[in-house]
């Protein structure tokens, strides 16, 4: 009877189906990273500038030197004391007295606000080798400020080489002469035999 009754209900059109709502996923969406934050602050910032410029300035007329007139705006918020080549202090780390230099952005704000602007740019849709970040006119201003900061304030911003295969090297410098000569007669006679499988070579 029960089951007579339940096909019944299934083949009548106006039985209602209760269903329950989905359960809540587990799985919410992640927060943006403080990069991508950062990145869209950073864009809204320079958008706002091009909006108050005079003229206004839309994106695609924007140039490198507009993105350059940006930069040196920023300089009034700069924390950095950079010092004149008259000052006392010109290239001292760290000066023992104050002194009435300016402040400035330093280069690594600029060189990283720079290439989250560049990517913003290309997120929006526009074509990378058009970017007025990746001008010419922007490298060079970022490599002089560079530079300058680095003899004011006396620091330096060069990169360490990374060393490859440095044990290899100093082995094969270490061994005896006499040995290095017949691993060498070696080698050219399994070069000669087209056997240079098992050997390693030194660029």
């Known amino acids: 009877m029960d089951l007579i009754s339940q096909e019944h209900n299934n083949k009548n059109p106006n039985t209602i189906l209760s269903t329950r709502p989905p359960p809540p996923s587990s799985h919410s969406p992640p927060s943006p990273s403080r990069y991508e934050n950062q990145k869209r602050r950073d864009w809204n910032t320079f958008c706002q500038y091009l909006r108050n410029h005079r003229p206004p300035l839309s994106l695609p007329s924007c140039t490198g030197e507009h993105v350059l007139e940006f930069l040196r705006y920023l300089d009034q918020f700069?924390?950095?004391?950079?010092?004149?080549?008259?000052?006392?202090?010109?290239?001292?780390?760290?000066?023992?007295?104050s002194c009435p230099c300016p402040l400035r952005q330093a280069w690594g704000s600029l060189d990283a606000l720079i290439g989250r602007l560049r990517a913003a740019y290309e997120e929006h849709g526009a074509v990378p080798e058009t970017s007025p970040f990746g001008s010419r006119s922007v490298r060079i201003f970022l490599r002089e400020v560079r530079e300058f900061q680095a003899k004011s304030r006396g620091v330096s911003y060069k990169k360490k080489r990374k060393t490859v295969n440095n044990k290899q090297i100093t082995q094969s410098s270490s061994q005896?002469?006499?040995?290095?000569?017949?691993?060498?007669?070696?080698?050219?006679?399994?070069?000669?035999?087209?056997?240079?499988?098992d050997i390693v070579q030194f660029r």
Do not use: E, R
């Open 78 to 97: 700069g924390k950095t004391k950079v010092h004149h080549q008259n000052c006392a202090f010109f290239g001292l780390p760290n000066p023992p007295a």
């Open 176 to 197: 005896p002469p006499l040995q290095s000569q017949q691993q060498g007669q070696s080698m050219m006679a399994n070069y000669n035999h087209g056997q240079l499988d």
